[in-house]
């Protein structure tokens, strides 16, 4: 009986794609003797064929048609590594259409449109993995859906972007200004020319929107979601967190309340006690903390970006997708869209401000002048904001003070009413920063 030869198609070579067809490459063997396959590189789309790679590939296995690789009816599996929400969503539904398997990074495209992608893979008989699309090399998604099946998720958080992560950690360990940091995280590679998706927390909100989908049923919209991102965040914010027992990282935070059967999904810096795994988690890694009904908090860490993490989560994606197509089953339900039975239950809606608590720091710079206090005090007052700290230190321009406020549990509806009055103060200079306090109870 002759070996079944496995086809597939990359649509998009850059950084992801390349390390795909690398690594495929190089272990191509193992993988065909442990899945009893054979494997075929077959095609892959390009934006420009004569742009020269980092990989050898042959000319005759290049095209500039992403659509006509989704479409090939030689090609198994449709690799989706385009990125973006364009092209991207056009190659991805034109395979599942074909009853194709589409295995895809793009957690952009999912966040918009996947409801959509996986209404396509059951109306069409296709398969939609996702495991690369959050946290790179870090298998949460198959945790979540087939090592902890059997929970309910009250608290998932974590750290979903090593720009960001990597930002923050020499912030912490150099004192260095984030702008200076930014700079050479670009040099370095870190970050990109654009860093406004990462930084300003974009980046996590997509990643974050699908793993509340994964683990509750349900699309969250990033503009249904607090997102804040790292860029007012300031060496004295960090130093002052470390003494406080802290420090800081941009946090998704996806929490449900089982007896009201709501859900909030944020993206925002928060403050981290020390003694937490993630507070510890630094660099460029990811690092995740899920808490289940059943098995307690696990926590997960590893490399969240690049072309080698990335490459290993589309690999074991398309492993499974062989597994489907020569036994007919998914062995680790991973992400495959046509697999997922939805979490959500009856009733599940997102939670008002008001039913969001927590702690909470904030810094202003104000006018060094008798009185400040007793104003910005008669306003927590009337937002029943109970300060927990003060501290105050000299700040630029002249005869201008740094205020920093600590706040006992609260909520968003008060802080967000206590912020709009702060800014409308005319001792107050500038926009109050906001952070969140993160004493997770896991």
């Known amino acids: 009986m002759s070996t079944r030869t496995i086809r597939i198609g990359l649509c998009g070579l850059g950084t992801v794609g390349q390390g795909v067809w690398k690594h495929l490459s190089a272990s191509r063997a193992q993988l065909e003797s442990r899945l009893g396959v054979k494997l075929e590189l077959h095609r892959a789309a390009v934006r420009d064929l004569r742009k020269r790679r980092a ?10 048609d992403a659509r006509a690789v989704a479409t090939d009816p030689k090609v198994d599996i449709v690799c989706e590594l385009i990125g973006g929400t364009g092209l991207a969503r056009e190659v991805t539904l034109a395979a599942l259409a074909r009853g194709k398997i ?48 059997a929970n309910r998720f009250r608290l998932i958080y974590g750290i979903l972007n090593g720009t960001c992560n990597y930002i923050l950690t020499r912030m912490s360990l150099e004192g260095a200004p984030y702008a200076s940091i930014l700079a050479e995280a670009k040099s370095l590679g870190y ?81 981290l006690p020390k003694d937490k795994v993630l507070a510890n988690v630094n660099g460029v890694f990811n690092g995740i903390a899920v808490s289940g009904d059943v098995v307690g908090t696990t926590t997960y860490i590893g490399r969240g970006a690049g072309q080698d993490a990335t490459a290993s989560a589309v ?52 006018k060094d002048q008798p009185g400040v206090l007793a104003q910005i005090a008669q306003i927590t007052a009337r937002n029943r904001l109970s300060i927990a700290s003060v501290i105050q230190t000299a700040a630029e321009p002249a005869n201008a003070a740094s205020l920093i406020l600590t706040t006992h549990q609260s909520n968003e509806r008060a802080i967000r009413a206590t912020l709009s009055a702060l800014a409308r103060l005319k001792s107050v200079l500038g926009k109050p920063l906001l952070l969140r306090i993160g004493d997770f109870t896991d």
């Not at 996590?204 to 503009?223: E, M, N, P, Q, Y």
């Not at 046509?338 to 909470?360: D, I, K, M, N």
């Open 55 to 64: 990989v050898k590939i042959p000319a005759s296995k290049l095209t500039d």
């Open 191 to 271: 970050a990109e020319a654009d860093e406004s998706l990462d930084v300003e927390g974009w980046d996590t909100a997509h990643k974050a929107s699908i793993l509340a989908f994964l683990a509750h049923g349900v699309w969250v919209r990033t503009d249904r979601m607090i997102v804040e991102g790292i860029d007012r965040v300031t060496p004295l914010d960090i130093r002052t967190a470390a003494t406080l027992g802290y420090g800081i990282k941009l946090l998704a935070v996806i929490t449900r309340d089982f007896a009201s059967n709501e859900l909030f999904v944020r993206v925002h810096p928060t403050l």
């Open 102 to 149: 589409v295995v895809s990074a793009n957690k952009a495209l999912l966040c918009s449109h996947g409801a959509e992608i996986f209404a396509a893979a059951k109306k069409g008989g296709g398969h939609f993995f996702f495991e690369a699309s959050v946290a790179g090399g870090i298998p949460i998604i198959k945790a979540l859906r087939e090592g902890l099946v």
């Open 315 to 366: 690999i074991s994606d398309i492993a499974d997708a062989v597994t489907l197509l020569t036994t007919g089953k998914v062995v680790a339900m991973g992400g495959d869209a046509a697999s997922f039975q939805g979490r959500a239950g009856r009733r599940l809606r997102l939670a008002p401000p008001e039913h969001v608590a927590g702690r909470y720091y904030l810094r202003m710079t104000v």
